[in-house]
């Protein structure tokens, strides 16, 4: 793997309207995360690469709000959205965002960190368990469901497959 050097940060306000740009497929979520942000309740890290932004996830330090996951799994931030830009897909920007995420959770005392992961997105599950995640069976598979706004405006409701992953950090 050709890795190329990326610099992770946190989103600053001044850059919601570039991200919107370069990532306008979601742009009904940057608003909302970046607040999480503000609030304290999570880290919304982006990769940058020659001043443009690339790759992106959300850390969310109170855990999922998918059940029975948020039930059973106490004080275990929750990596959500993991997302690079495909030309610089398989270079280890994905691989760098996560371990910046980790890093940020070991800071704060947590002992684990978890991630859900759609049972047909295959190679996202490899890359996590490359990474030290393992698949966590008694919970099976779960229908994750979220809503997203439209083009138009109206609101639509979207679910997937998803198994749950934990990696214990040291």
Same mark, same amino acid.
């Given at each position: 793997? /050709?890795?190329?050097?990326?610099? &992770? @940060?946190?989103?600053? *306000?001044?850059?919601?309207?570039? &991200? =919107?740009?370069?990532?306008?497929?979601?742009?009904?979520?940057?608003?909302? @995360?970046?607040?999480?942000?503000? /609030?304290?309740?999570?880290?919304?890290?982006?990769?940058?690469?020659?001043? +443009?932004? !690339?790759?992106? #996830?959300?850390?969310?330090?109170?855990?999922?709000?998918?059940?029975?996951?948020? +039930?059973? #799994?106490?004080?275990?931030?929750?990596? *959500?959205? #993991?997302?690079?830009?495909?030309?610089?897909? @398989? =270079?280890?920007?994905?691989?760098?965002?996560?371990?910046?995420? %980790?890093?940020?959770?070991?800071?704060?005392?947590?002992?684990?960190?978890?991630?859900?992961?759609?049972?047909?997105?295959?190679?996202?599950? =490899?890359?996590?368990?490359?990474?030290?995640?393992?698949?966590?069976? +008694?919970?099976? !598979?779960?229908?994750? $469901?979220?809503?997203?706004?439209?083009?138009?405006?109206?609101? %639509?409701? /979207?679910?997937? $497959? !998803?198994?749950?992953?934990? =990696?214990?950090?040291?």
């Amino acid at each position: 793997m /050709n890795r190329i050097d990326v610099v &992770i @940060r946190s989103l600053g *306000q001044a850059e919601l309207s570039l &991200i =919107k740009d370069v990532f306008s497929n979601e742009n009904y979520w940057h608003d909302s @995360r970046y607040e999480q942000q503000v /609030n304290g309740e999570a880290e919304y890290l982006f990769a940058w690469l020659d001043g +443009s932004p !690339i790759g992106h #996830l959300l850390l969310l330090w109170n855990g999922t709000s998918d059940e029975p996951v948020a +039930s059973d #799994l106490k004080n275990c931030p929750h990596i *959500q959205n #993991l997302c690079v830009l495909e030309k610089h897909r @398989r =270079k280890g920007v994905g691989t760098t965002l996560m371990e910046c995420a %980790e890093t940020l959770a070991k800071e704060r005392g947590f002992t684990r960190i978890g991630l859900s992961v759609g049972t047909e997105n295959l190679t996202a599950k =490899k890359l996590y368990e490359r990474l030290g995640y393992v698949e966590q069976t +008694s919970f099976g !598979i779960i229908i994750a $469901s979220w809503i997203v706004v439209n083009e138009d405006g109206q609101s %639509e409701e /979207n679910s997937a $497959s !998803i198994v749950y992953m934990v =990696k214990a950090m040291s």
